[in-house]
């Protein structure tokens, strides 16, 4: 047996290793997430109930919370990817072409939010959602997606720039307007179908971001997912066990479909080369 197989075979075999260690490291905690839903402390029994609980129909009332927070946080994720993409994806793409200098500005501004504390942003938004329930609109927790379209800025711009910077945009649009494109059709029709690993890496960052955001809507006293959960953790602990197992899980999705996403569009470039 060569050297050479035998380097190969222990990397191989320390990969699996690194790879188990981390894999039991992130699944304990799941495990005794669920282990926490379905048994009850102080008797050391097992049951579903707090399962049934959740997906029935017979406990409605004290579930409320979380059932609103749940709606709330969909709609809140729905219109924060409708603002943000209106507004990031063609400014990206305006810089770009128009305004290259402006670009680390652009990239400062949106990365600017990651050096902020949550807390420290909802100082400066308490005055403005004040103005916005009294002035303008409601005290609905949908328009926290003002404030969450901030807080998404930093990944959504890097998922997009890398995108972007993945293709010809000079190109794309010049040979799409001198054919006479206009420019919603260039965004929509070119330039978009050029960009979808960029744009559901981006989206699905963003969702995970909605989806697990508390201090905020906490502090403005609006109601979202986890909000609910806190409210439900005082009455049916092990069914907020449950929910928040249910979100971590749904969020791991998230990011392993970003990772096949991601990989899906580095190896359709490396085809076409070969």
């Given at each position: 047996m060569s050297r050479a197989v035998t380097r190969r075979r222990r990397q191989r075999a320390l990969r699996i290793a690194v790879l188990g260690v981390v894999g039991v490291f992130l699944a304990y905690p799941l495990y005794a997430l669920f282990e926490f839903?379905?048994?009850?402390?102080?008797?050391?029994?097992?049951?579903v109930d707090a399962w049934t609980r959740l997906f029935g129909a017979g406990d409605g009332a004290r579930l409320q919370p979380l059932y609103t927070g749940l709606v709330n946080s969909l709609l809140i994720a729905v219109l924060t990817l409708s603002l943000m993409f209106a507004l990031l994806l063609p400014?990206?793409?305006?810089?770009?072409?128009?305004?290259?200098?402006?670009?680390?500005?652009?990239?400062?501004?949106?990365?600017?939010?990651?050096?902020?504390p949550a807390i420290v942003l909802v100082v400066g938004l308490v005055p403005v959602y004040r103005f916005i329930a009294t002035r303008l609109l409601d005290t609905h927790a949908v328009w926290l997606s003002f404030a969450y379209v901030v807080?998404?800025?930093?990944?959504?711009?890097?998922?997009?720039?890398?995108?972007?910077?993945?293709?010809?945009?000079?190109?794309?649009?010049?040979?799409?307007?001198?054919?006479?494109a206009s420019w919603p059709a260039v965004v929509a029709r070119v330039l978009l179908p050029n960009l979808r690993g960029a744009v559901a890496s981006a989206a699905f960052i963003s969702i995970a971001v909605v989806l697990g955001e508390f201090t905020i809507a906490r502090m403005l006293a609006r109601e979202?997912?986890?909000?609910?959960?806190?409210?439900?953790?005082?009455?049916?602990?092990?069914?907020?066990?449950?929910?928040?197992?249910?979100?971590?899980?749904?969020?791991?999705?998230?990011?392993?479909?970003?990772?096949?996403?991601?990989?899906?569009?580095?190896?359709?470039?490396?085809?076409?080369d070969s």
């Amino acid at each position: 047996m060569s050297r050479a197989v035998t380097r190969r075979r222990r990397q191989r075999a320390l990969r699996i290793a690194v790879l188990g260690v981390v894999g039991v490291f992130l699944a304990y905690p799941l495990y005794a997430l669920f282990e926490f839903s379905i048994r009850f402390p102080l008797t050391g029994a097992y049951s579903v109930d707090a399962w049934t609980r959740l997906f029935g129909a017979g406990d409605g009332a004290r579930l409320q919370p979380l059932y609103t927070g749940l709606v709330n946080s969909l709609l809140i994720a729905v219109l924060t990817l409708s603002l943000m993409f209106a507004l990031l994806l063609p400014t990206m793409v305006w810089v770009r072409l128009r305004l290259p200098r402006l670009n680390r500005v652009v990239e400062f501004l949106c990365l600017l939010p990651l050096t902020l504390p949550a807390i420290v942003l909802v100082v400066g938004l308490v005055p403005v959602y004040r103005f916005i329930a009294t002035r303008l609109l409601d005290t609905h927790a949908v328009w926290l997606s003002f404030a969450y379209v901030v807080l998404v800025l930093p990944f959504a711009y890097r998922a997009l720039d890398g995108g972007l910077s993945a293709i010809d945009v000079r190109t794309l649009v010049a040979a799409a307007r001198s054919l006479g494109a206009s420019w919603p059709a260039v965004v929509a029709r070119v330039l978009l179908p050029n960009l979808r690993g960029a744009v559901a890496s981006a989206a699905f960052i963003s969702i995970a971001v909605v989806l697990g955001e508390f201090t905020i809507a906490r502090m403005l006293a609006r109601e979202n997912l986890q909000t609910g959960v806190m409210l439900v953790n005082q009455a049916a602990p092990q069914v907020a066990a449950a929910v928040s197992l249910l979100t971590l899980l749904f969020g791991i999705a998230l990011l392993v479909g970003l990772s096949y996403i991601t990989n899906r569009a580095h190896r359709r470039p490396r085809r076409r080369d070969s």
